[in-house]
């Protein structure tokens, strides 16, 4: 399959009045088009920092990304603006909604950035958000929804708009066990069947079960990487264990 | 798509947008009674001047334009007459004087003596014009005819002090005019010889050859002409001023003072306008900046979010000006005609204009505040 994503080396140093600390460190990966992959590591291994540069919100202090073969050093703010609400789907930890609009208009601003807002764009929307299990929930605004319910309408405005990379902050922070392991199970469902390259950071290491590869990070390098489902089935259960 | 977010979030917090525009619309009443009320007070202090049937206003020399000071004789009015391009002229002096009406009602006019048939005399629209030059009888303006129950052929009586002594003079009403305020007050027009012997002080002869006035009002065969006219009635009559209506009346007792003090009011009027604006949708944006850093982040270019915090901006503040506008005009049918009050076209376009400024102005710190959000912040990350 090919390659949707690939990071060459890449780094993020930050100055600080005690030095420089070197938060993402020389990292390589690549994901493939439908990989699901988790990015786990202790509290300040650099996950949100290698996210932040794949999703074109910070400049690399070295190294290069490439996503969909192109380099993200090579554009300008406006170009890298447009690259991200064309080619990158994104869900938060918290604020993932805009609070005036509905369920469905949240998923459907996607489609209006992008001048795509047309009627097939309208009934996806809706079939995107009935299968997260929303159909009901259509017209209701942010604060009538669960946290749950608001991480899957972010997941439907992540994948609305078919980008390449979907990249998710945390998505089961808020929830509750039950709830987590049904949003990501589906989120991990779209991502194989929509053919993207979904990259999720997690400190619930129980999540990393429906993922295809787990990244490891420690002190902003790749620490460990587990790709065999066998030994993802493992990882995972260690952690439902503690 | 900026205009779809500002009307989706003006349409959902449609209560709390509506109560700011509320807001601005109580400031535009403010403002535009202020105007009207300058209009009012400025208009009671020129109206006589502005609407005067003459073109310059011929002063002593060198009394710095004071109608109370100035004395011009009749000399002075025949040398005016012959400088060529003078049509006419009329000699006008002023006082201030009771008018006694009704049971024991008093009323503080201004007592205007002119020359019957002159510049000077107001046009009436009852009755007619002043015919006899000693003629015991007098035109009123509309404001002495709204304050009093008096009409056309109706006796009035003025109350004058002269030396120590109050003298009562009883004049019949022949016509009728539109205002004519003069220093504020309804006016009582009469034959200057008339004039002459009600004035308080010291009557005058009574001789028409002796007849001195405050001013000439002098008619112009070309009123465009009036800058030329001006300084040829200067150069050929010894020691007058001549200016136009306008200057005059700025150089009314208290004009200018009153008209800058009511703008100095407007203007802060509007200064506080602007610090209203600015202060709510700057808390607002603030409240705001994690879902404009997620809006950023997903890929909303700088230019939408720009461009909703504008159309909130214009609407909100278009909206109250409406509903301010609408409040003062409503209001301003319940006051009495005597409230010195006036809602000019202009004066109320250029308020309106200036309100309607004042939101965009007033939210630029906060459209400002929104174009600098950082897209990191979606992530929890600062720069
Ligand atoms: N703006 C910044 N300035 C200086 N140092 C920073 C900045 N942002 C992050 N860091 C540092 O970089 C390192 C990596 O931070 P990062 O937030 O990427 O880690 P993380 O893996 O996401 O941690 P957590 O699990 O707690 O969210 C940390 O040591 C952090 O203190
Ligand atoms: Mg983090």
Same mark, same amino acid.
């Given at each position: 399959?090919?390659?949707?994503?690939?990071?060459?080396?890449?780094?993020?140093?930050?100055?600080?009045?005690?030095?420089?600390?070197?938060?993402?460190?020389?990292?390589?990966?690549?994901?493939?088009?439908?990989?699901?992959?988790?990015?786990?590591?202790?509290?300040?291994?650099?996950?949100?920092? &290698?996210? %932040?540069?794949?999703?074109? &919100?910070?400049?690399?202090?070295?190294?290069?990304?490439?996503?969909?073969?192109?380099?993200?050093?090579?554009?300008?703010?406006?170009?890298?603006?447009?690259?991200?609400?064309?080619?990158?789907?994104?869900?938060?930890?918290?604020?993932?909604?805009?609070? $005036?609009?509905?369920?469905?208009?949240?998923?459907?601003?996607?489609?209006?950035?992008?001048?795509? $807002?047309?009627?097939?764009?309208?009934?996806?929307?809706?079939?995107?958000?009935?299968?997260?299990?929303?159909?009901?929930?259509?017209?209701?605004?942010?604060?009538?929804?669960?946290?749950?319910?608001?991480?899957?309408?972010?997941?439907?405005?992540?994948?609305?708009?078919?980008?390449?990379?979907?990249? %998710?902050?945390?998505?089961?922070?808020?929830?509750?066990?039950?709830?987590?392991?049904?949003?990501?199970?589906?989120?991990?469902?779209?991502?194989?069947?929509?053919?993207?390259?979904?990259?999720?950071?997690?400190?619930?290491?129980?999540?990393?079960?429906?993922?295809?590869?787990?990244?490891?990070?420690?002190?902003?390098?790749?620490?460990?990487?587990?790709?065999?489902?066998?030994?993802?089935?493992?990882?995972?259960?260690?952690?439902?264990?503690? | 798509?900026?205009?779809?977010?500002? &009307?989706?979030?003006?349409?959902?917090?449609?209560?709390?947008?509506?109560?700011?525009?509320?807001?601005?619309?109580?400031?535009?009443?403010?403002?535009?009674?202020? %105007?009207?009320?300058?209009?009012?007070?400025?208009?009671?202090?020129?109206?006589?001047?502005?609407?005067?049937?003459?073109?310059?206003?011929?002063?002593?020399?060198?009394?710095?334009?004071?109608?109370?000071?100035?004395?011009?004789?009749?000399?002075?009015?025949?040398?005016?007459?012959?400088?060529?391009?003078?049509?006419?002229?009329?000699?006008? =002096?002023? =006082?201030?004087?009771?008018?006694?009406?009704?049971?024991?009602?008093?009323?503080?006019?201004?007592?205007?003596?002119?020359?019957?048939?002159?510049?000077?005399?107001?046009?009436?629209?009852?009755?007619?014009?002043?015919?006899?030059?000693?003629?015991?009888?007098?035109?009123?303006?509309?404001?002495?005819?709204?304050?009093?129950?008096?009409?056309?052929?109706?006796?009035?009586?003025?109350?004058?002090?002269?030396?120590?002594?109050?003298?009562?003079?009883?004049?019949?009403?022949?016509?009728?005019?539109?205002?004519?305020? $003069?220093?504020?007050?309804?006016?009582?027009?009469?034959?200057?010889?008339?004039?002459?012997?009600?004035?308080?002080?010291?009557?005058?002869?009574?001789?028409?050859?002796?007849?001195?006035?405050?001013?000439?009002?002098?008619?112009?065969?070309?009123?465009?002409?009036?800058?030329?006219?001006?300084?040829?009635?200067?150069?050929?009559?010894?020691?007058?001023?001549?200016?136009?209506?306008?200057?005059?009346?700025?150089?009314?007792?208290?004009?200018?003072?009153?008209?800058?003090?009511?703008?100095?009011?407007?203007?802060?009027?509007?200064?506080?306008?602007?610090?209203?604006?600015?202060?709510?949708?700057?808390?607002?944006?603030?409240?705001?900046?994690?879902?404009?850093?997620?809006?950023?982040?997903?890929? %909303?270019?700088?230019?939408?979010?720009?461009?909703?915090?504008?159309?909130?901006?214009?609407?909100?503040?278009?909206?109250?000006?409406?509903?301010?506008?609408?409040?003062?005009?409503?209001?301003?049918?319940?006051?009495?005609?005597?409230?010195?009050?006036?809602?000019?076209?202009?004066?109320?376009?250029?308020?309106?204009?200036?309100?309607? &400024?004042?939101?965009?102005?007033?939210?630029?710190?906060?459209?400002?505040?929104?174009?600098?959000?950082?897209?990191?912040?979606?992530?929890?990350?600062?720069?």
């Amino acid at each position: 399959m090919a390659i949707a994503l690939e990071t060459v080396s890449v780094s993020k140093f930050y100055k600080s009045d005690n030095g420089i600390t070197k938060a993402v460190d020389a990292v390589s990966i690549d994901i493939k088009q439908g990989e699901f992959v988790a990015l786990v590591g202790p509290s300040g291994s650099g996950k949100t920092s &290698l996210l %932040a540069m794949l999703a074109t &919100l910070l400049a690399p202090s070295d190294g290069a990304i490439l996503i969909d073969g192109q380099d993200l050093a090579q554009m300008n703010d406006a170009r890298r603006t447009a690259f991200r609400r064309e080619k990158i789907g994104f869900t938060f930890q918290q604020n993932n909604m805009v609070p $005036y609009l509905t369920a469905l208009e949240n998923v459907e601003l996607m489609l209006r950035l992008n001048g795509k $807002y047309n009627r097939v764009g309208r009934e996806r929307a809706r079939e995107l958000l009935t299968r997260l299990g929303l159909g009901e929930r259509l017209n209701n605004l942010p604060r009538q929804l669960s946290g749950g319910q608001q991480q899957r309408v972010a997941i439907a405005r992540a994948l609305i708009h078919n980008p390449s990379v979907v990249l %998710a902050d945390e998505p089961t922070a808020s929830l509750d066990t039950e709830r987590a392991h049904q949003v990501v199970q589906t989120f991990a469902n779209l991502i194989h069947e929509q053919n993207r390259a979904g990259i999720m950071v997690t400190h619930d290491l129980r999540m990393t079960q429906y993922a295809d590869r787990i990244i490891q990070m420690r002190d902003g390098q790749l620490a460990r990487t587990i790709s065999s489902p066998h030994e993802i089935r493992a990882f995972a259960t260690t952690a439902e264990a503690n | 798509m900026g205009i779809y977010l500002a &009307l989706k979030e003006i349409w959902r917090n449609r209560g709390r947008f509506f109560l700011f525009s509320l807001v601005i619309a109580l400031i535009t009443v403010l403002v535009l009674f202020i %105007a009207a009320l300058a209009d009012g007070l400025g208009n009671g202090n020129k109206e006589y001047i502005e609407k005067l049937n003459g073109d310059l206003i011929v002063y002593k020399a060198n009394v710095d334009l004071s109608i109370p000071t100035s004395r011009v004789d009749r000399g002075k009015r025949t040398e005016t007459l012959r400088v060529p391009g003078v049509k006419d002229v009329g000699q006008a =002096s002023f =006082s201030s004087v009771v008018l006694l009406h009704g049971e024991n009602k008093k009323l503080n006019v201004a007592l205007i003596g002119v020359e019957p048939g002159k510049p000077g005399e107001p046009p009436v629209v009852q009755g007619r014009g002043l015919t006899e030059k000693r003629g015991k009888e007098a035109i009123i303006d509309r404001n002495v005819a709204l304050r009093t129950n008096l009409h056309v052929g109706d006796d009035l009586t003025i109350k004058s002090i002269q030396g120590t002594q109050e003298e009562f003079f009883v004049l019949r009403i022949v016509g009728v005019s539109d205002g004519r305020q $003069y220093s504020l007050q309804p006016s009582v027009i009469v034959p200057h010889l008339t004039f002459d012997l009600i004035k308080p002080g010291t009557p005058a002869t009574g001789n028409e050859t002796d007849l001195i006035s405050n001013v000439l009002i002098v008619q112009l065969q070309d009123p465009a002409n009036w800058k030329n006219m001006a300084v040829a009635v200067e150069e050929q009559v010894n020691d007058v001023r001549a200016v136009d209506r306008k200057t005059a009346y700025e150089n009314t007792p208290g004009y200018s003072a009153q008209q800058s003090t009511l703008n100095t009011q407007n203007f802060f009027s509007l200064l506080i306008g602007i610090l209203v604006i600015g202060g709510f949708f700057q808390i607002q944006m603030l409240q705001k900046v994690p879902q404009i850093g997620m809006l950023k982040a997903i890929g %909303a270019p700088n230019g939408t979010i720009g461009i909703a915090a504008l159309t909130q901006i214009i609407i909100v503040t278009v909206v109250g000006v409406a509903i301010g506008t609408a409040l003062t005009l409503l209001l301003s049918l319940t006051f009495p005609a005597t409230v010195p009050i006036v809602f000019s076209p202009n004066a109320i376009l250029l308020g309106i204009g200036s309100l309607l &400024l004042v939101g965009p102005i007033g939210g630029l710190v906060s459209i400002r505040y929104a174009l600098r959000v950082e897209p990191l912040t979606a992530l929890g990350l600062a720069s």
